[in-house]
């Protein structure tokens, strides 16, 4: 049981409860105020406070989905129940259908004693299955009987039992997807879709790295002693145009380096080392030479290179060069680049016109501040607390697969 149940202690919901009550928001934990986060916690909450018994949360890897489902418990009149969490991949089926449903004396060989699954350990809670999407086929139509029905059996049992739990199911799976390629049960995926939030992508939402920075700098600062607990206009710019492949996990663990690392109080792009940087193909074409290099002419021949060699197209070119197509667009008016050199037919100029103009506002209003950025220390440290509450119980039993 210890290698997939992450929390069943309920200190860490309590320090969430107590957190989001003095904040007077629900989803005070859950850093972002993006338009895109903003509504995703609305709803979020929303759905916190009603009777609803399932609901899923989709996103990337580290877009949050495990802190939103601890927070959703949180803040729901479940509170005081148990949240109990199952990390669907970590065993195989036949273990995995134990620990949910347990056995009765006798069921197997090995069953020596009567155990109570994890289903039932959650009742008048939450259940959390997290990687839903990995959940072998049997197992989800066991599973579709406790959502449509509240009743289970153990394995071995005779009766069925009632329970009373939501289950909070996350995936950054596409499981439509795996639906067509019959991985998935159709009609478990549409119990489960009645109620879907999805977190947005780092990416998508680069109106909230600043803010999450600054608080991670704040929070690692705090931790590791370091007097590095701000962010330089410059490095900040960087990591604000970044793509972010791992989203806030990735942006979280970069910080954590870069204030180990860094040798004073403020975090400069020296300190940050970002995925792509310094990949070992590139490493050798961007060695700086001694009389050093024109870094904006640089940039710019890159990004001109990337538009020519994709024939324009903005996606493949910004894949090209990590980054979104909103940032190459940004860059495209930056350098006034001729769209007609980009491609045969060109890249329309309103196309890249508005969002461009918008990014460059948005860079200028970083430029403008002129100074190191700074987060309120006393929310990074009630932030830090709280992860700190599940920290252990989360190494304990996911050593290796998160970096909390
Ligand atoms: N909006 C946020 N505010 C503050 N911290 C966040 C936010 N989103 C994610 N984090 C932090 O980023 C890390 C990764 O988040 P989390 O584990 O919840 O992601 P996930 O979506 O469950 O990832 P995976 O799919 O890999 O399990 C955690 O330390 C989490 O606390
Ligand atoms: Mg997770």
Not at 199 to 225: K, T, V, Y
């Amino acid at each position: 049981m210890e290698a997939v149940v992450t929390e069943t202690n309920v200190d860490p919901i309590a320090r969430l409860i107590d957190f989001a009550d003095r904040e007077h928001d629900a989803f005070a934990c859950v850093v972002g105020s993006s338009p895109q986060m903003l509504r995703a916690k609305a709803l979020l909450a929303r759905i916190a406070s009603t009777r609803a018994s399932t609901v899923l949360i989709t996103g990337e890897s580290g877009t949050g989905k495990d802190l939103v489902a601890k927070a959703m418990h949180a803040c729901s009149q479940r509170r005081g129940g148990p949240f109990v969490n199952v990390t669907c991949s970590a065993l195989p089926a036949h273990l995995l259908e134990s620990e949910l449903f347990g056995h009765e004396r006798g069921a197997f060989t090995d069953a020596k004693a009567r155990k109570l699954g994890l289903v039932e350990q959650a009742d008048g809670g939450t259940l959390f299955l997290d990687e839903m999407g990995e959940m072998d086929l049997l197992l989800q139509a066991k599973l579709l009987r406790v959502l449509e029905d509240k009743t289970f059996r153990r394995i071995g049992g005779t009766v069925d039992l009632r329970v009373d739990v939501r289950v909070v199911a996350a995936t950054h799976v596409d499981l439509r997807a795996a639906v067509a390629e019959r991985r998935f049960r159709e009609d478990l995926y549409y119990r489960l879709a009645v109620l879907t939030v999805h977190l947005p992508a780092l990416r998508e939402r680069c109106g909230d790295i600043r803010e999450l920075a600054s608080l991670f700098a704040q929070r690692f600062a705090r931790e590791f002693g370091s007097p590095a607990r701000v962010i330089a206009p410059a490095a900040m710019r960087m990591l604000e145009h970044h793509a972010w492949r791992g989203n806030v996990r990735e942006l979280k663990n970069t910080i954590e380096r870069a204030v180990l690392l860094a040798r004073g109080p403020v975090l400069d792009v020296g300190d940050l080392e970002l995925e792509g940087m310094a990949s070992t193909d590139a490493a050798p074409s961007i060695r700086l030479p001694e009389r050093g290099i024109d870094l904006a002419e640089l940039e710019r021949s890159l990004v001109m290179q990337a538009l020519t060699r994709c024939h324009g197209n903005l996606t493949h070119a910004a894949r090209l060069l990590g980054l979104n197509r909103d940032q190459v667009r940004y860059r495209i008016e930056k350098f006034r680049l001729s769209p007609e050199r980009g491609r045969s037919g060109g890249c329309e100029p309103q196309m890249c016109d508005r969002p461009a103009r918008h990014e460059a506002e948005r860079v200028q209003q970083a430029v403008g501040r002129g100074h190191p950025l700074d987060a309120d220390p006393v929310r990074a440290r009630e932030l830090a607390d709280l992860e700190h509450g599940g920290q252990e119980h989360r190494g304990r039993d996911r050593a290796g697969r998160d970096e909390q």
